[in-house]
């Protein structure tokens, strides 16, 4: 069988795992796999007995729909189409063929959904509650020293000890790709984290990345960066993502990311739904470590 794998939308350095998943598991039946990246016009003059199409964004289904009705057996999937379709147990837990995308590090999910339930998320109704998924060396290409961890909540996963564990006596470097949770933070979390090679989504800088989204949990985000310090960790290596546009107002706002910056660690501005405020630029190009607001705002 000749199978297309289509990539609709996956951001520039994050490739599709589902994709790569499906790949692997049809090239270990005999299969031929080609992959194309974005949405063309118009199906390739090639004939395919199979089209495995991904969408992650929303705002490209229908593109990708009108895609699909070029094609005789199409199947689609991904958050942007329909987050209920899963894949098959066989090919969930398949090494991935990261040659797919020529990739030199490995990625995966050690545990689905999450323990909190936050309003501006779709996790919880995607995946649920916290689950063990898979340790890391089901996905991990002992070819690779690079690891990239794709949990919602990896401290709240059942087997996070074991899984850092590998990773650290393997010295791997290691990115947290959706954040680390602040309000989950112990001791001794954080002196196993002083002991890991975290690096930001490219691999090329030293980075931990957590969130302060609410102000109602402010006493743990100052206590958590108080743990990382005592720890060991070079505070210069820590993101704090901040939410606006949700449920705060500027004012708020202005106060998270003042106070981030005051404790020592670099804040960065996640807009909700697109919403628009001169705050993202003022923070995300760092213009607020030498600009004040009053003046940037004028």
């Excluded at 991904?54 to 999937?77: E, P, T």
């Excluded at 969130?211 to 990382?228: M, S, T």
Aim: aromatic share 14%; net charge negative.
């Amino acid at each position: 069988m000749r199978i297309l794998l289509v990539d609709a939308d996956s951001k520039e350095g994050f490739p599709n795992l589902a994709l790569m998943k499906l790949s692997a598991w049809h090239k270990q039946q005999g299969h031929e796999v080609d992959l194309i990246k974005g949405i063309p016009d118009t199906a390739p003059l090639e004939t395919y007995d199979k089209t495995l199409i991904s969408c992650i964004f929303f705002q490209n289904r229908d593109k990708v729909l009108d895609y699909a009705a070029q094609f005789d057996i199409v199947q689609i999937g991904g958050s942007g189409y329909d987050y209920n379709i899963v894949l098959d147990h066989d090919v969930e837990h398949i090494l991935p063929d990261y040659s797919l995308y020529g990739i030199d590090f490995s990625m995966g999910f050690t545990s689905r959904g999450c323990i909190r339930n936050c309003g501006f998320c779709i996790v919880p109704e995607k995946e649920g509650m916290i689950r063990h998924n898979a340790f890391v060396q089901e996905f991990h290409n002992l070819g690779h020293k690079k690891v990239m961890l794709l949990d919602n909540n990896f401290q709240s996963s059942p087997n996070w000890q074991y899984n850092l564990g590998y990773i650290n006596q393997l010295g791997l470097k290691v990115n947290f790709s959706q954040g680390l949770d602040i309000r989950l933070l112990d001791e001794n979390f954080a002196n196993q984290l002083s002991n890991t090679k975290y690096y930001s989504w490219n691999f090329k800088t030293r980075s931990l990345s957590f969130a302060f989204d609410d102000l109602r949990y402010e006493e743990d985000v100052w206590a958590g960066i108080d743990l990382l310090e005592k720890a060991g960790i070079n505070l210069n290596h820590v993101l704090f993502y901040v939410l606006i546009g949700y449920n705060t107002t500027e004012k708020q706002d202005l106060y998270r990311i003042n106070a981030l910056y005051e404790r020592g660690v670099r804040p960065y501005v996640m807009p909700y739904n697109k919403h628009k405020s001169d705050l993202t630029r003022w923070v995300n190009r760092l213009y607020y470590q030498f600009i004040p607001w009053e003046i940037y705002n004028k």
